[in-house]
């Protein structure tokens, strides 16, 4: 039968309980809900579905993510079998962020899987709490055009705590007059701090924009011991 109020169990642990991953109470609560909640009962035969007829080779063409408490609040991240694709802060809910990564990403699988973004969370904690000056972290931008992929593949190599003019960002990828442009690519960066956009500012020596509110460039700059730069 239907739910007679407002239903609050996520994909996550419907899928977590088809795939087995869920134990003890945890286990029996849900077994216990999809008895109640027909929706529920009915996406749990769903995934179950899939889980039948997808090939194993699909694991390798999954996005995993993962998410963790930051100094801006709990942070979502996700990779392909590439590199990074998305890291956010911005998504609230788990719901809400696997949703814009299947929209960024379509027809790949996404499923949660923090162990395999260890290394991301490690790396990220190291930097917010200044030990840490560049990352390791592979990337992977195939889902943007090729102009925005130059340009944060160039904004990549702006070394810690030094930061350039859009205009001169538009120079070094080989488009002098594109300075706009350039600004609008970094405003869709989907891998944020990784590919440092908060070092990139506006020709006058001002800060500029940053997707998400300012105050989190300059919560960037000043981990990197540019504080001198937020009067500006």
Known sequence: MMCAQKCDCTEEEILAYVSGELK???EFAIAVHLGECEDCCDQAADFRALDLVLPGCCEDDAIRWHRFDTPF???HVARSSEGLVRLSWRHGSDNAFVEHVSELLPGRL???DPESLSDVEAELREY???ERSQFDIPIDLSALTDFQQAVLEEARKIRFGQVIPYSEL????????AA???GNALGSNPVAIVVPCHRVLRNDGSLGGYTGGLQYKEHLLTIEGRADLLAS
């Open 170 to 177: 538009a120079r070094r990828i080989g488009k002098p007059g």
């Open 110 to 112: 996404v499923v949660h």
């Open 128 to 130: 917010f709490a200044g």
């Open 180 to 182: 706009r442009a350039v």
């Open 24 to 26: 003890g109470d945890t």
């Open 73 to 75: 609040g709990e942070m």
